[in-house]
């Protein structure tokens, strides 16, 4: 914080106001208070998000006198908890053997770093759904449940994408030097497993976390196909970025595959869509030989940029009757800037500026120190409508623009030849 302050002298240098704009070029504003003068980190409302450019390079901030105000767009930490993925790994031993009614698979692991999941490797193509224990043991004797009543499940979807499977596990981001996966069978086939692979993560220290934000999502369209259903989901808003979007779902037993996309411009064919997530699995929390398991109907996103306010959930069915959906839930990472007002006092966001260049301000060099500046709430008004927007002329096609030069070439062509032949015909005077 001492490094920060020392900063601000710099602060004002680079947060002075910056060169003059005309806001009849932008077509929406939002006003919003600041309490006082001085470096503020604020978050950018999601109806300025919605009406802005996807990378936010219309964005403005104007102050009391209605000049502009340069900002620092700010890289926010993740809001999971302190410590980063740094590689996966195969073990140092692995083993699987039959013992009674179950597959025992242990490995050592021949890493002292946290662990956060295994990933078994099961080759089998047959669908399958069983129930596991996951335990870990620093010494082969003394072993400590993880978690219990995990799901491994497989189901094929002929003709579509490719299986769906749940074969991760998770280890609870700890140390051990082995780690044992119980697969109870009940009654069924048992499944082979011919490997497995290791997250290992590096604990990095403390730091403060940004929490994603609900968005008010809502279903505006479900269309049910011969083998799938599509949700058309109403974000409130583009430009956000998703990490998570939920199903509620009314049935008890199930376990499908679901994808995210954005819609295409003009029909909604899959192959012309761009894909947020492919293929996900979902499944709901059953018993199955009498042992618990859990469930999972949330799809992770990892903060994928959406440029549109709608996006298409299709849940692949196969030959099962359509799922119960009852609504959706998704969280997003907010957007997050600073800037140095020079006055209290009511200031406002511009947006809406398709011609508008990306600034460049100076400010933005010091973004990684103003990140670490305390979020200021701010109560943004409703955006409007500029009263006198003026929207800005469409830049001429290069088609336009060489038929002019060849226009006004071929003009002083002809004036010249005109020019020439008029002073031959001229009568020419004695000296």
């Not at 025992?104 to 069983?130: C, F, H, N, Q, R």
């Not at 018993?287 to 549109?308: C, F, K, Y």
Request: include cysteine.
């Amino acid at each position: 914080m001492k490094k920060l302050l020392a900063l601000i002298p710099a602060l004002f240098v680079f947060g002075a106001t910056a060169h003059g704009l005309n806001q009849a070029d932008w077509e929406c504003r939002q006003s919003f208070d600041v309490a006082q003068a001085g470096p503020a980190r604020v978050s950018v409302p999601i109806d300025t998000l919605g009406r802005a450019r996807a990378d936010l390079r219309d964005l403005r901030i104007v102050g009391p006198d209605g000049a502009e105000l340069p900002y620092a767009m700010l890289a926010l930490p993740d809001a999971r908890a302190a410590y980063r993925v740094s590689q996966t790994v195969a073990p140092r031993a692995f083993g699987a053997a039959l013992d009674g009614a179950a597959t025992v698979v242990t490995i050592e692991t021949g890493v002292d770093k946290p662990l956060e999941s295994i990933e078994l490797s099961i080759p089998d193509a047959k669908d399958y759904m069983k129930p596991a224990r996951v335990e870990v043991s620093p010494d082969r004797k003394n072993w400590t449940t993880v978690a219990g009543g995990q799901p491994l499940f497989r189901r094929n979807q002929a003709g579509r994408y490719d299986a769906v499977a749940q074969n991760t596990l998770p280890l609870g981001v700890r140390a051990a030097a082995f780690v044992r996966v119980t697969i109870y069978d009940q009654g069924h086939e048992p499944i082979a497993v011919a490997g497995a692979k290791l997250k290992v993560v590096d604990e990095v220290a403390a730091r403060d976390t940004v929490p994603d934000e609900e968005v008010a999502a809502t279903i505006t369209n479900v269309k049910q196909l011969a083998d799938e259903t599509v949700l058309t989901v109403d974000l409130g808003a583009a430009n956000l970025r998703l990490t998570s979007l939920s199903l509620a779902v009314g049935d008890s037993l199930f376990a499908r595959s679901v994808t995210v996309t954005l819609p295409a411009a003009g029909d909604d064919t899959a192959d012309r869509e761009n894909t947020l997530a492919r293929n996900r699995p979902v499944y709901s929390r059953t018993s199955i030989g009498g042992i618990e398991t859990s469930g999972r109907t949330t799809v992770a996103l990892d903060g994928a940029s959406v440029p549109s306010r709608t996006i298409l959930v299709r849940i692949a069915n196969g030959d099962s009757p359509p799922l119960d959906i009852r609504g959706v839930a998704a969280t997003r990472r907010p957007a997050h800037l600073a800037f140095n007002p020079s006055v209290a006092g009511r200031h406002t966001f511009l947006s809406g500026n398709p011609q508008a260049a990306a600034p460049r301000y100076d400010i933005a060099m010091l973004s990684r120190e103003l990140a670490r500046l305390p979020l200021t709430e701010i109560a943004a008004g409703t955006l409007v409508a500029t009263p006198d927007y003026r929207a800005p002329a469409a830049p001429a096609e290069p088609s336009q623009i060489t038929t002019r030069i060849l226009f006004w070439v071929a003009l002083a062509v002809t004036v010249g030849v005109l020019l020439y032949v008029i002073g031959r015909l001229l009568p020419k005077t004695d000296k």
